[in-house]
DNA sequence: CGATGAATTGACATGACTCAACAACTGTGG
DNA sequence: CCACAGTTGTTGAGTCATGTCAATTCATCG
């Protein structure tokens, strides 16, 4: 994990790690402060790189900190009582992640990179804050608190329930970027833990898909999709 | 659907219906609030008493008010695009619903009354501006969006992972009465809609558990459980 | 009492899981 | 550069759980 200090100067200045004028400005945490919030931080907003399978944070684990994604894919994981993992959740960017602890003392989730990612932490207190004295911020955050809700009722229903293929092509289509055909996967055990099906089940589905035209290999993990007949598939 | 309108006299005075002196007072939305935010409110607090098959309000519904549980159970609906409807949620005394109408304007859910409920339902302008101009308040939403949010995330692992006996027990231990080993089921239908399993094997599971001793029909749809064995079965 | 809908049960089909073999890919050291 | 081991993905055969369809019982209510 590499990690880049922001410091009071930094974060609303015209230096290199800009709260302020941030390229996901619109969408990110911070975005609406104005620069006497930032002179307000006791402790600086910090930049990480991580990469794939880096941990960022367990269940349980003292939560200080909240996370906004810039780039890359993070999922979040809770464990059954039989020590089963399942993702829960795949967060992207500008998503915000470790909401909980504004109510709660510990993380809910264990947080795993799966695409080499770029996110901002923001101390738990500052955040905290500026929520309770900033509405535009309390009502963003607001907004970011029904999106987690909204896409966790989206998650049940559409990747945990009926049958694989239908909850498969789901995910497909929930993975394609904007505007293109394309979906780029990872490990079959991942997609198993989203889905809840095994290894086995979630191969033969995507090989099955590939021998139908559903989809088609581009290269390693990367697929174009056949977006009508995928729609088609969950409609029947 | 009986309603019984709360005026701002009845709302803070010793009246019949009063929220400052509320028996759920606790865990209720508007607790915390003082007789000087009982006046800025321009429509009256209503109670509700509503029969098992009433629904509150649908998907797309347009969202003027949030309410309370005082008493009772109501299921959260969403529908898949072939139309099968999902339970997402149960919601019990004291729980609220329709916090996401503070950042959006429709309902997300269908809302279905189970057994017999009564509620407070409070108009979204006064929760809205109570949000914004009280601490406590609040920090007693945020709360109860953290709380819908982990239910979601338990919903998911518990009663949507795994065979269909392992979250029938789980559904069970669920509905389990606090401090007793009592259970009230509903219909096979609903079951099967939160378990996302068929009702036949909704009564095939619930007839295995009675034989093998794992609960016991009192009398209809009214069971003691073993707790015991049914942890044992989740944690296996 | 009969009529209706819900719940149960049985017989069978099918989808998903398990176990196992093998193939493809990755990284390491010679 | 190749050989090798370790990991991940694919495929096949058999089993088991769940879904499907149908028949029957049960509960409720007029």
Chains 1, 2 share one sequence.
Not at 49 to 77: A, C, N, W
Not at 129 to 155: I, Y
Not at 158 to 180: D, F, H, I, V, Y
Not at 182 to 190: G, Y
Request: charged share 25%.
């Amino acid at each position: 994990m590499v990690t880049k200090q922001v410091t009071l100067d930094q974060a609303w200045s015209g230096g290199n790690i800009d709260c302020l004028s941030c390229s996901i400005r619109s969408s990110a945490l911070l975005s609406g402060l104005t620069e006497q919030d930032f002179e307000q931080m006791h402790e600086p907003v910090e930049q990480l790189d991580m990469q794939p399978g880096e941990v960022l944070y367990k269940v349980g684990d003292p939560g200080r900190h909240l996370f906004t994604l810039r780039s890359g894919l993070i999922k979040l994981v809770q464990y059954l009582p039989d020590g089963t993992p399942r993702i829960v959740r795949l967060m992207r960017s500008s998503d915000t992640i470790g909401l909980e602890i504004l109510v709660a003392e510990q993380y809910e989730h264990e947080a795993v990179v799966l695409r080499a990612t770029g996110l901002c932490r923001y101390p738990k207190e500052a955040v905290s804050r500026f929520n309770q004295t900033n509405p535009v911020f309390h009502k963003d955050l607001m907004l970011r608190w029904q999106k987690a809700l909204s896409d966790a009722d989206t998650w049940l229903t559409q990747l945990s329930t009926g049958p694989a293929k239908k909850r498969m092509a789901n995910l497909l289509l929930r993975l394609k970027e904007e505007n293109s055909t394309d979906c780029f996967l990872f490990s079959r055990e991942d997609i198993g833990s989203i889905l809840s099906i095994t290894i086995e089940t979630a191969s033969r589905t995507i090989s099955e898909f590939k021998r139908t035209g559903l989809m088609k290999e581009i290269r390693h993990n990367h697929y174009a999709l056949d977006v009508e007949g995928l729609t088609r598939l969950i409609e029947s």
